[in-house]
T-cell receptor, first 113, second 114 residues
Framework: AQTVTQSQPEMSVQEAETVTLSCTYD???????LFWYKQPPSRQMILVIR??????QNATENRFSVNFQKAAKSFSLKISDSQLGDTAMYFC??????????FGAGTTVTVRA | KAGVTQTPRYLIKTRGQQVTLSCSPI?????VSWYQQTPGQGLQFLFE???????NKGNFPGRFSGRQFSNSRSEMNVSTLELGDSALYLC?????????????FGNGTRLTVT
C-alpha cells in the first residue's frame, strides 16, 4: 500500500515565476511509479509528469520538472515560468503499477497576472 | 483520437436508489479504472477492469460494482445510494499492453444524492 502526503493546501505564484510543490510518500513496494496530475476547473485529470522509481534521473516535461529523492521518499514538482493556464489543483500520486494510484490531498495553485 | 468519455456529466438521485455510470475508453485502451473524488476523502481507487475481468479492487462496500464489455467500455453501478456517495466519479483508461501505460482520465460524472 502507498500513502501520499501533500502538505501545502494552497500556493500562489506570480506569472512567469517559479513555484515548487512538495510531496512525500510511503510505500512497501520495491518498484513503483510516481506521478503529478493537474486538475483544472474542467475536472479532467491531466498527467503532468511521471517518474519510475528505479530511474535515478529526474523527469522533466517542458516547464515542469521533479526533484526525486528516493531515500527521503520525496517527489517535488517545480513549475517554471508559470502561466495563467497552470492555475489548477495538483495531485501527487504513487502506484506499484499504472492503474491503482494512491493520491495525495492536492495543492491548489493560483497563478496571478 | 477521442478521449475518455463519461456519461452522464451530472446526476441527481435520491437515497436508496441505484445508479449506473458509463465510461468509454480511448480507442485501443483495454484497461479501465474508476476513482471516487470527494472533498473529505480525496481521490480513492474503486476498481480496475482489463479484458472484462476485475483485476483489482479498492476498499469500497459491495454496493459499488462494475463491469467491462468486450469493446472495453465500462459501467459502474452503485446500489442503495447513501448521502455519502455524493462525489465526482472519474474513469480512466490505459493501454495496459506493457509495464507502464499512463492513465488518461475523463471529465467525470458528478453524482449528487439527496
Amino acid at each position: 500500500a502507498q500513502t501520499v502526503t501533500q502538505s501545502q493546501p494552497e500556493m500562489s505564484v506570480q506569472e512567469a515565476e517559479t513555484v515548487t510543490l512538495s510531496c512525500t510518500y510511503d510505500t512497501s513496494e520495491n518498484n513503483y511509479y510516481l506521478f503529478w496530475y493537474k486538475q483544472p476547473p474542467s475536472r479532467q485529470m491531466i498527467l503532468v509528469i511521471r517518474q519510475e522509481a528505479y530511474k535515478q534521473q529526474n523527469a522533466t516535461e517542458n516547464r515542469f520538472s521533479v526533484n526525486f529523492q528516493k531515500a527521503a521518499k520525496s517527489f517535488s514538482l517545480k513549475i517554471s515560468d508559470s502561466q495563467l493556464g497552470d492555475t489548477a489543483m495538483y495531485f501527487c500520486a504513487a502506484s506499484p503499477n499504472d492503474y491503482k494510484l494512491s493520491f495525495g490531498a492536492g495543492t491548489t495553485v493560483t497563478v496571478r497576472a | 483520437k477521442a478521449g475518455v468519455t463519461q456519461t452522464p456529466r451530472y446526476l441527481i438521485k435520491t437515497r436508496g436508489q441505484q445508479v449506473t455510470l458509463s465510461c468509454s475508453p480511448i480507442s485501443g485502451h483495454r484497461s479501465v479504472s474508476w476513482y471516487q473524488q470527494t472533498p473529505g476523502q480525496g481521490l480513492q481507487f474503486l476498481f480496475e477492469y482489463f479484458s472484462e475481468t476485475q483485476r483489482n479492487k479498492g476498499n469500497f462496500p459491495g454496493r459499488f460494482s462494475g463491469r467491462q464489455f468486450s469493446n472495453s467500455r465500462s459501467e459502474m453501478n452503485v446500489s442503495t445510494l447513501e448521502l455519502g456517495d455524493s462525489a465526482l466519479y472519474l474513469c480512466a483508461s490505459s493501454l495496459a499492453d506493457r509495464a507502464h501505460s499512463p492513465l488518461h482520465f475523463g471529465n467525470g460524472t458528478r453524482l449528487t444524492v439527496t
